[in-house]
């Protein structure tokens, strides 16, 4: 095995990851992007973009289960709220 040396090593391609490693080699560093998750096509692999609300199961919308367990939520924008 050859010996190779990084600047920087990023673990995980999503989006902060992503970024952080173009970050990285826009400085220049020499960097090792690691990821463990499967390997996802564009558009062939994402089952629910075409998908409308009403196709959703609940509809979008929180079911009782989860609205039982954020009773304590912090109001923000969540399913179908509106500002």
């Not at 199961?57 to 109001?75: A, D, P």
């Amino acid at each position: 095995m050859s010996e190779q040396t990084y600047d920087a090593i990023v673990i995980g391609s999503g989006i902060s990851g992503g970024w952080a490693a173009k970050e990285l080699c826009e400085k220049g560093l020499k960097t090792l992007m690691l990821e463990r998750g499967k390997n996802v096509e564009h558009i062939k692999d994402y089952t629910s973009a075409a998908k409308g609300p009403w196709e959703f199961e609940h509809h979008g919308s929180l079911s009782l289960v989860q609205k039982e367990l954020q009773v304590n939520r912090i109001r923000g924008f969540g399913p179908n709220e509106k500002i």
